[in-house]
């Protein structure tokens, strides 16, 4: 079965400062997606970034990245230049591309930026 | 605004009862997934599906059941509640499956007292 774990319960940075957010996982398949969500005090889910497990290539937006390690299948994420607005619980998910194809999150890490 | 509308947002009832809860996907979207959140469970995958079939089934309970309508829109039935289902229960959607980019509703939160 496929896990997602992710190591950090809550983190607290300065804003401005750059924070990495780490994130594991267990798959025996080779072929899959990674995800990075945010939910906000709102609630809503809201997708950050993407990776797709064939590509190399690190995912970026804007001032989210990730660094993708398959070998050790590791997935982490950092937010450069934090902001107020970046203060929410964030969840690392995979989904694998065959079998039951079942978004798997991980427990989350709750992220407070202080001004 | 993610395009996916979940109906009712807050909804509080007794053990015992019966609810339904209503999912309508993005225009298009032809996947449809369900969502359990609680507190100490993180989120919880329940049950999928693709253009009005099941496609992937989770950690769903017996008393709990879900359909995808001709229009694509969802429901999930939550039978004999009991306090533990208290819970905030998502729906998110995806043109294709799987979803390589889900979009979520803003969730109900079912209160079971």
Known sequence: AQTVTQS??????????????SCTYDTSENNYYLFWYKQPPSRQMILVIRQEAYKQQNATENRFSVNF?????????????????????????????????KLVFGQGTRLTINP | DSGVTQTPKHLITATGQRVTLRCSPRSGDLSVYWYQQS??????????????????????????????????????NLSSLELGDSALYFCASSLSSPNTEAFFGQGTRLTVV
């Open chain 2, 39 to 76: 507190l100490d469970q993180g989120l919880q995958f329940l049950i999928q599906y693709y253009n009005g079939e099941e496609r992937a089934k989770g950690n769903i309970l017996e008393r709990f059941s879900a359909q995808q309508f001709p229009d694509l829109h969802s429901e999930l």
């Open chain 1, 69 to 101: 390690q398959k070998a050790a299948k590791s997935f982490s994420l950092k937010i450069s230049d934090s902001q107020l607005g970046d203060t929410a619980m964030y969840f690392c998910a995979f989904i694998n591309l065959q079998g039951a194809q």
């Open chain 1, 8 to 21: 950090q319960p809550e983190m607290s940075v300065q804003e401005a400062e750059t924070v990495t957010l």
